[in-house]
């Protein structure tokens, strides 16, 4: 029972990982790069 629920734990991060890398290409497209770094602060 362990098990999968850490494999299920380990879905739900790479799918919130990948909806975090689209929304972020979105506001690349949506914002210049400038901007978004400086907004990021890097």
């Not at 799918?15 to 890097?42: C, D, S, Y």
Request: hydrophobic share 40%; proline share 5%; charged share 25%.
């Amino acid at each position: 029972a362990k098990v999968s629920s850490e494999r299920k734990n380990k879905a739900a991060t790479r799918n919130i990982q990948q909806l975090a890398k689209q929304v972020i290409n979105k506001l690349k497209e949506i914002i210049p790069p400038t901007t978004f770094h400086l907004g990021m602060g890097m």
